[in-house]
């Protein structure tokens, strides 16, 4: 079987001041990216993780890396209360393990520029995506928008399009964009009230 890019997403609890620091170290020591998103409304709004891609070729692998990590985190203070993972959107039917009491679904991430942002939150609520931040890089006129989709590659390809094309309307420049497929994700609630889609 092919080997495949599965990107994982682990996400810790509450993060101090203090301990920032030391995330970082612990998640530069594992070769994995620190991330502190902050939502732009919900339930959890500020949600530290440690991410990593890992290549291999299927999601039980994926899986013992991410157990592997967690227990790292646990160790150094930071224990995991979610873990998500995700393959390439145009990968989304490669992955033969997932499992049959999990309903997968996409996500688009596009890094947008803006001056107004009450008016990027306006148009996001007409598209159904959502806003939020990496706290870590202190940029101030970032944002990402979200796109989560359950239903097939199509219907999320019309989305992202219609998305799109609002945003290049309404003048904020697209300077990343990213398209996953989520096959695992052990805590979805933390979503609550930052995702309706």
Not at 44 to 61: G, W
Not at 83 to 94: C, M, R, S, T
Not at 137 to 163: A, M, P, S, Y
Not at 176 to 185: A, M, T, V
């Amino acid at each position: 079987m092919n080997s495949i890019p599965f990107e994982l997403h682990l996400t810790i609890h509450g993060l101090l001041t203090a301990d920032i620091e030391h995330f970082v170290s612990c998640c530069t020591a594992q070769e994995a990216k620190p991330m502190m998103i902050e939502l732009s409304r919900g339930t959890y709004i500020h949600q530290p993780m440690m991410n990593k891609v890992v290549i291999t070729s299927s999601l039980q692998e994926a899986l013992m890396d991410a157990t592997m990590l967690s227990g790292i985190l646990q160790t150094s203070g930071f224990p995991v209360k979610r873990l998500k993972i995700e393959v390439p959107a145009d990968q989304f039917d490669a992955v033969p393990d997932m499992s049959a009491n999990f309903t997968p679904y996409f996500e688009w991430h596009g890094k947008v520029m803006y001056d107004n942002v009450h008016a990027l939150l306006e148009c996001c609520a007409t598209y159904q995506v959502h806003l939020s931040r990496n706290a870590l890089k202190q940029e101030q006129t970032t944002r990402f928008v979200t796109l989560r989709e359950f239903g097939d590659i199509n219907i999320f390809q019309q989305r992202i399009n219609k998305l799109s094309a609002a945003l290049n309307d309404g003048g904020w420049t697209v300077i990343k964009q990213q398209s996953e497929y989520c096959i695992y994700d052990n805590n979805i609630i933390l979503d609550g009230g930052w995702l309706t889609q």
